[in-house]
């Protein structure tokens, strides 16, 4: 059983437990005005009104002795200049981490702490909490395994020593991350040890997998169990495929497991005057790429951007093309030439069928239509299409529409894409993503970064991680708790923008959701800034880098369904791998889908509203059935019976 942060604390409030022996350090004075709140991983706090997370009262210190080195959050002014941080620097503290927003996580002692106020760009100064160490959804219930980060810079040997005095046991030791069996007062008596920087719940191989398809939905374990889709062809449609051949589409998927490329250049109409079919490269966004990748890429030498289904075999559908638009869809709806998604075909029985004489059973696809909770005719034919192959598994992203209209600070109902609203297919909501390496970028990119919230940073000044921005500069949302709701870090809610459900003829929606927010994947190797020479010559721009900085010229960041959509769909080819070696049996697609949604993960904040409280049990609007659980989903516990009669609805 899951228990809040709250619940926690509230066991070592029982249990007596307080610091000793200790002096009180400096906490800098509030300002007359409240300073803009500090998003922490483990809460919010707000220099000068609340700078304690809420129920974690037992979990504080009142300060550190004289001349001994402690840690500490500096609020600056505004946005962070490179000189304001060197000024720390040059005073003594050692800065160690950038916190949002305007701060500095700083080791230091409480005499230089003192001495800080007075730097002319500074507005707070306080303790750095042992509250703050704890991962908001920790698990507490008996003794359980934790990952304790130990902080940069400090005495590995010794701080192991510190936690084994508490009576955790260690269990494993790799650098300064430790895996430690504890109970609830342990771990809280962990959280005090001085150079302990973040515990967390244990996750098997987070050091080397991307963490969202590997880690938060299980596919670690599935593929560490033998079920890595290698009897399986999964199908992706989107943008294109790196350079636009098997040799040339990253260096994650070689050539011998892609079975297939086709380009999909489609045909001009009213709005699209003229098309330039450039084949299946990659060269704007660079989404295709970074989706199939997610699906199957095997990831670097350390795990680094591997997908749900490392040794399936790969078709791909390139669809996007350069548009030069017609004066009337200038017009009306605002188009620019550009590129669109021109070969997706009107009726799309005709991809489907494609991919599935090409050997595809499982076919991802992350876009969609605006049409909110409507049945279309494209959703329509995809039904169709599942009906009339059985063994063929679908997959759509929900769509990114979700809103808060009336500013009430909870997602609104009713946004759900289409085709994504077909019966047949599994719709894929997004939740946050959480990474333990802080979303770390490449600090030998000399510009800056496009995002308007990281606007002037380079991944240098940043520290060598991304800002990760909150849905209200990111996503324009203006009400609490949304607005201040950072991007990623919380692994227990869904993303803000996520559509939700219901359908119009009122059916639950999405199916499931997978992270979707701060994803790494697949960086295609064609017009990468601060990579290559120069820009696409065809509109003078480089391909998107994504979601702030990349991590290198392999990976980079995005995020929206469009990224879960896929690591929903690496899930479903690992799960027609496992019933295809654990049973010889061709799953069909309702049996993956009933497979996915009776193993998934009840999220405890489904509709945003800042608390991991469960308001919304499974099923339900926002998150369906939950987040998948491949390692459940393949544990070999469950019975089946793949019913090939089905049913009918009339619609």
């Known amino acids: 059983m899951r228990r809040r942060l709250r619940a926690f604390v509230v066991t070592l409030m029982l249990a007596a437990i307080v610091l000793g022996g200790q002096s009180a350090g400096y906490v800098g004075p509030a300002a007359q005005t409240a300073p803009p709140a500090i998003r922490l991983r483990a809460g919010t706090i707000v220099p000068g009104v609340q700078e304690t997370i809420p129920g974690t009262e037992a979990l504080t210190t009142d300060g550190y002795a004289p001349g001994q080195q402690g840690y500490y959050i500096v609020q600056f002014r505004g946005a962070v200049q490179d000189a304001w941080r060197s000024q720390l620097e040059a005073a003594g503290a050692t800065v160690l981490e950038y916190l949002p927003d305007y701060a500095f996580k700083v080791r230091m002692t409480p005499e230089l702490a003192a001495s800080l106020q007075f730097l002319p760009n500074v507005n707070w100064v306080g303790l750095f909490q042992p509250a703050f160490k704890v991962a908001p959804d920790l698990m507490v219930n008996g003794q359980r395994l934790y990952r304790v980060r130990i902080e940069d ?61 590997g880690v938060i939905v299980g596919a670690n374990i599935a593929n560490a169990n033998g079920y890595d889709g290698s009897t399986q ?30 380009n999909w250049p489609g045909v001009t109409d009213s709005c699209f005057q003229t098309i330039t079919n450039d084949g299946a490269i990659d060269v704007d966004s660079g989404h295709g790429t970074h989706v199939a990748l997610s699906v199957v890429g095997d990831g670097d030498a350390t795990g680094i951007g591997k997908g749900g289904a490392p ?199 999405p199916d499931v959701v997978a992270p979707g927010t701060w994803i790494l994947s697949g960086y295609s190797d064609l017009y990468q800034q601060g990579y290559d020479a120069g820009a696409n010559p065809r509109n003078n721009s480089f391909q998107s880098d994504g979601w702030g900085m990349p991590r290198n010229a392999q990976y980079k960041y995005f995020g929206g369904t469009s990224m879960s959509n896929p690591i929903a769909a690496g899930a479903a080819t690992v799960v027609r791998d496992f019933y295809q070696k654990a049973y010889t049996h061709n799953a069909s697609a309702a049996l993956v889908k009933a497979t996915l949604i009776n193993t998934a993960v009840d ?40 019913n090939a009669t089905g049913i009918g609805t009339g619609g």
């Open 153 to 213: 810079g400090a005495d590995t040997a010794a701080t192991t020593q510190a936690v084994l005095a508490t009576g955790a046991q260690v269990s494993s030791a790799d650098g300064a991350l430790l895996t430690v069996l504890a109970d609830s007062t342990q771990v809280a008596n962990v959280a005090r040890v001085l150079d302990v920087a973040w515990i967390d719940n244990f996750f098997l191989y987070e050091k080397h997998n991307d963490i969202g398809a």
């Open 311 to 509: 040794a399936a075999g790969l078709v791909f559908q390139a669809t996007e093309n350069y548009v030069t638009v017609s004066n009337i869809c200038r017009i009306l709806y605002g188009l620019t030439n550009g590129y669109y998604l021109t070969g997706l075909p009107a009726n799309l029985n005709d991809l489907f069928g494609q991919a599935y004489n090409a050997g595809a059973r499982i076919h991802s696809n992350s876009w969609g239509s605006s049409q909110a909770g409507v049945y279309t005719a494209n959703s329509a034919q995809t039904d169709q299409f599942v009906w009339n192959n059985r063994d063929m598994v679908i997959t759509f992203s929900a769509g990114n529409a979700g809103a808060d209209a009336n500013n009430n600070g909870v997602v609104d109902n009713d946004s759900i894409g289409s085709p994504a609203t077909a019966k047949n297919v599994i719709t894929i909501g997004a939740s946050e993503n959480a990474r333990p390496d802080n979303f770390p970028c490449d600090t030998s990119l000399a510009y800056t970064s496009p995002d308007t919230y990281q606007a002037g940073q380079t991944c240098t000044s940043m520290g060598g991680v991304n800002f990760l921005g909150t849905a209200g500069q990111r996503w324009g949302f203006t009400t609490e708790p949304l607005n201040s709701d950072v991007t990623a870090g919380n692994a227990q809610q869904m993303a803000p923008f996520s559509s939700r459900g219901p359908t119009d003829d009122g059916r639950i929606k």
């Open 233 to 262: 062809i999964a199908a992706v449609a989107d943008t294109g495929l790196g350079g636009g051949t098997a040799a040339t589409a990253h260096v994650d998927v070689p050539a011998a497991r892609i079975a297939g490329i086709f």
């Open 603 to 642: 999220l405890l904040d489904e509709n945003n509203d800042g608390a991991n409280d469960n308001d919304f049990p499974i099923p339900n609007v926002h998150e369906g059935w939950g987040r998948i659980n491949v390692a459940e989903a393949t544990d070999g516990t469950q019975q089946y019976v793949d």
